[in-house]
Protein backbone atom coordinates (compact mmCIF):
# COMPACT_ATOMS: atom_id res chain seq x y z
CA UNK A 1 0.00 0.00 0.00
CA UNK A 2 2.78 2.58 0.82
CA UNK A 3 4.36 1.86 -2.66
CA UNK A 4 1.02 2.41 -4.13
CA UNK A 5 0.41 5.75 -2.61
CA UNK A 6 3.94 7.00 -3.47
CA UNK A 7 3.62 6.11 -6.71
CA UNK A 8 0.05 8.07 -6.33
CA UNK A 9 2.54 11.29 -6.61
CA UNK A 10 4.35 9.75 -9.56
CA UNK A 11 4.41 11.37 -13.11
CA UNK A 12 6.05 9.80 -15.91
CA UNK A 13 5.95 10.67 -20.31
CA UNK A 14 2.89 9.03 -21.18
CA UNK A 15 0.64 9.69 -18.72
CA UNK A 16 -1.77 12.13 -19.94
CA UNK A 17 -1.00 15.75 -20.31
CA UNK A 18 -3.92 16.64 -17.21
CA UNK A 19 -1.61 14.76 -14.86
CA UNK A 20 2.05 15.95 -16.84
CA UNK A 21 0.52 19.69 -16.00
CA UNK A 22 -0.49 18.56 -12.02
CA UNK A 23 3.74 16.77 -11.21
CA UNK A 24 4.99 18.53 -8.87
CA UNK A 25 7.79 16.16 -7.98
CA UNK A 26 11.50 15.52 -10.07
CA UNK A 27 9.85 12.54 -11.66
CA UNK A 28 10.36 13.30 -15.03
CA UNK A 29 13.96 14.43 -14.74
CA UNK A 30 16.31 12.49 -16.71
CA UNK A 31 17.18 8.94 -15.21
CA UNK A 32 14.13 8.98 -12.88
CA UNK A 33 13.24 5.85 -12.90
CA UNK A 34 9.65 4.42 -14.40
CA UNK A 35 6.16 3.67 -12.19
CA UNK A 36 7.33 -0.06 -13.87
CA UNK A 37 11.02 0.29 -12.51
CA UNK A 38 10.30 1.79 -9.10
CA UNK A 39 7.74 -2.13 -9.11
CA UNK A 40 10.34 -4.09 -10.02
CA UNK A 41 13.13 -2.52 -7.92
CA UNK A 42 10.90 -2.91 -4.60
CA UNK A 43 10.31 -6.65 -5.79
CA UNK A 44 13.65 -7.30 -6.23
CA UNK A 45 14.51 -5.84 -2.81
CA UNK A 46 11.80 -7.29 -0.92
CA UNK A 47 11.26 -10.40 -2.04
CA UNK A 48 7.65 -9.65 -3.03
CA UNK A 49 5.64 -10.79 -5.56
CA UNK A 50 4.29 -7.43 -6.83
CA UNK A 51 1.24 -9.21 -9.49
CA UNK A 52 -1.68 -7.00 -10.16
CA UNK A 53 0.50 -4.12 -8.82
CA UNK A 54 -2.20 -1.40 -10.88
CA UNK A 55 -4.91 -2.19 -8.15
CA UNK A 56 -2.22 -0.66 -5.47
CA UNK A 57 -1.25 1.88 -8.32
CA UNK A 58 -4.91 2.67 -8.42
CA UNK A 59 -5.45 2.90 -4.95
CA UNK A 60 -2.84 5.66 -4.43
CA UNK A 61 -4.25 7.66 -6.83
CA UNK A 62 -7.60 7.71 -5.59
CA UNK A 63 -5.71 8.20 -2.04
CA UNK A 64 -4.33 11.42 -3.81
CA UNK A 65 -8.29 12.34 -5.15
CA UNK A 66 -9.68 12.18 -1.29
CA UNK A 67 -6.80 14.28 -0.09
CA UNK A 68 -6.96 16.68 -2.50
CA UNK A 69 -10.65 16.94 -2.33
CA UNK A 70 -10.27 17.24 1.82
CA UNK A 71 -8.08 20.55 1.00
CA UNK A 72 -10.20 22.00 -1.42
CA UNK A 73 -13.50 22.01 0.91
CA UNK A 74 -11.68 23.32 3.41
CA UNK A 75 -10.30 26.32 1.14
CA UNK A 76 -13.51 26.32 -0.35
CA UNK A 77 -15.37 27.05 2.75
CA UNK A 78 -12.67 29.67 3.71
CA UNK A 79 -11.49 27.62 6.47
CA UNK A 80 -7.91 27.78 4.71
CA UNK A 81 -6.90 30.75 2.46
CA UNK A 82 -3.87 29.39 1.00
CA UNK A 83 -4.65 30.56 -3.06
CA UNK A 84 -2.33 27.23 -3.96
CA UNK A 85 -5.43 25.03 -3.15
CA UNK A 86 -8.02 27.23 -5.72
CA UNK A 87 -6.92 24.76 -8.34
CA UNK A 88 -7.75 21.21 -6.26
CA UNK A 89 -10.65 20.63 -7.09
CA UNK A 90 -10.16 20.57 -10.45
CA UNK A 91 -7.33 18.28 -9.54
CA UNK A 92 -9.67 16.18 -8.08
CA UNK A 93 -11.31 15.36 -11.41
CA UNK A 94 -7.88 14.91 -13.04
CA UNK A 95 -6.86 12.06 -10.18
CA UNK A 96 -10.59 10.68 -9.96
CA UNK A 97 -10.32 10.33 -14.09
CA UNK A 98 -6.60 8.85 -14.09
CA UNK A 99 -7.64 5.88 -11.40
CA UNK A 100 -10.63 5.23 -13.38
CA UNK A 101 -8.24 4.85 -16.14
CA UNK A 102 -5.39 2.63 -14.28
CA UNK A 103 -8.71 0.88 -13.59
CA UNK A 104 -9.66 -0.21 -16.73
CA UNK A 105 -6.06 -0.48 -17.73
CA UNK A 106 -5.38 1.81 -19.73
CA UNK A 107 -2.47 3.48 -17.66
Known sequence: MDL???LGYWVQPGDPEEMQAMRTGPTLAPGALTREEMVRQY????????EK???YHCFG???LAT???QIYYRYFHGQTVDKRFKSFGYHVNVLVRTAGRIA????
Not at 43 to 50: D, F, N, V
Open 67 to 69: IAQ
Open 53 to 55: FSF
Open 104 to 107: KGEL
Open 4 to 6: GAS
Open 61 to 63: VFR
Open 43 to 50: AALSGRKM
